[in-house]
Structures are given as structure tokens and as C-alpha cells.
């Protein structure tokens, strides 16, 4: 229990590996039994590292055998292994090692995902969208998702903000036009518009991630200004309209100074112990 227990702790891929140590639970079977995993995250496969392992299986054979669940007597579904799987079907091969284990759907797909995102090959937006699906489809909190895949919270938090880039900017990220760097300046830019115009001038004009810093600052900060003058300004027109209210009510000149807190004052102007005495009347009045 205190084993199973320690694994968890260091993410489902621990228990993977703790179950790919047990000698007990190697098979050898026919690669034609095999389904591909119905939950692999992952679409796309290097073929050119795919030839090369496949070479390297022909001259040595299978080092670290797959990982399937049986489904019924000839027919296996893969949890983990598939460009071994791949490569031993390029190399020739009739059958393959595997470790069979028990695992329901919930498990095989967090299991996937768990051990796509401990990939090397990854690019950050497949482990984003790793991270993505473990948290929406097997309903996992980020703090949960943290000790499965044993990353830190802020590290997996970061990955995620990478999804709210436009769908162009994330295909520049995978194409490597940018690096992680700018794509995370480009995230406090709230404008797709704009985050996308100053994309196509880090591919144009090579843009280090300071220099794209640098732009995001200054653009926020003129947009906050901005923001700023707007609110002056309707603040300023709406206490003008209150002042000519009153003037007009009153028939006198007003002056009225209100601060953001909500304190001031209503100054009214008479040039006269005629208009002073009416407006008295008038106050006195309403």
C-alpha cells in the first residue's frame, strides 16, 4: 500500500515504470493482436527517427518493451510504446515484448497523457494540450495535475496561458518561428490583432524576447494611459452636464469640482443682493 501510495506521488508515469519492473508481467505477442492506443494524444511521428529506430530494433531487438491491457483472448490495446510499436512493424517484426496490465478507460487515457507530457520530443503546445485535456477529461484540479506529472503548479500554469495565443501564433510556437519566451510576452497582449501583428515582426525582423518585452510594456502602458483619458473625459463631460443642470435650475453660474473619492464641492455665483436674495429664495424653496 505504502509503495503504491509513494508511486502516485511521483506521478502515474511511476507507475508505468514500477509496472514495466516486474518480470512477471512480460508477454510476448504477436504485433498483429495489437491496437493503437484509442486515447494517444499524440497525431503526428518523426519517420525519419522512426526508420532510424527501426534499424536500431533489426541490429538489437526490443530494449524496453511496451505497455498493452488485454481486452480478451487474442486482442490487446497499447497503453504506452507506439513508435516502438511503429518501428518493430517497420523492422519486420512478428512479435514484440509487452507488459500486460489491468487498466479501465479513465486509467489508459490518463496514463497517455501522463506519459506524452514526459516526452522529450514534445513541443510546448502538445504538453499544454496534454495538460489541458488531463484537467478537462479525467477532472483534475492544476494541484492534482501537479503531482501527477510532477511539475510544479506555476510550470504547468504557464503552459496552459500558451493556449489562449491565437491558433496562427501557436502554429508559429510548434514551427519554431518563436520560442517560448515570446510567446509568453505575446500573452499580455489581450488584442489578437495585435498580438499577431507583432508575431509577423519577431519572424520578420528577429525579434529577441526582451525586444518583444520591451513592445508588450510599452504598448500595455499606453493602452492603460488610454484607458485613463477615456475616463477623464466621460467622468468630465458627465459632471458638465450636472453643472449646466443646475446653473439652469438655479439661473446662476455654477462651479463644481468632484474628486474620483466622491468628495467636493458646488460653488454659485451671484453678482448682486437681488440675484444672492432669489437664489436664497429658490434654495430655500427646493
Known sequence: MNAKKNALGRGLGALISDAETKP??????PIE???????????????????????SIKQLGIIQPITVRKINENQFQ???GERRLR?????????????????????????ALVE????????????????????????????????????????IANFLRLLKLSPEIQA??????????????????QDEET??????????????????????????????????????????????GIKDKIAQSLSCKVDLKKTAEGSGKITLHFDNEVEFMNLVDLLSKK
Open 87 to 111: 518501428a518493430a512493424k517497420l523492422a519486420g517484426l512478428d512479435t514484440i515484448p509487452a507488459y500486460v496490465r489491468e487498466a479501465n478507460d479513465q486509467e489508459m487515457l490518463e496514463m
Open 195 to 240: 498580438q499577431k501583428m507583432i508575431f509577423h515582426q519577431i519572424v520578420r525582423y528577429d525579434f529577441s524576447v526582451r525586444k518583444v518585452e520591451d513592445i508588450v510594456r510599452e504598448l500595455n502602458l499606453d493602452e492603460k494611459n488610454a484607458t485613463k483619458s477615456v475616463k477623464h473625459y466621460q467622468r468630465t463631460k458627465e459632471l458638465k
Open 24 to 29: 512477471a508481467a512480460v508477454a510476448e505477442i
Open 78 to 80: 497499447l497503453i504506452s
Open 33 to 55: 493482436f495489437i491496437q493503437t492506443n484509442p486515447f494517444q494524444p499524440r497525431t503526428e511521428f518523426n519517420e525519419e527517427a522512426l526508420v532510424e529506430l527501426s534499424e
Open 116 to 155: 506524452n507530457t514526459h516526452r522529450q520530443d514534445l513541443d510546448p503546445i502538445e504538453i499544454a494540450i496534454s495538460y489541458q485535456r488531463l484537467i478537462d477529461e479525467c477532472s483534475l484540479t492544476q494541484e492534482q495535475l501537479s503531482e501527477r506529472v510532477g511539475k510544479n503548479r506555476s510550470t
Open 172 to 189: 508559429g510556437l510548434r514551427q519554431n518561428k518563436i520560442s517560448v519566451g515570446h510567446a509568453r510576452a505575446l500573452i499580455n497582449v
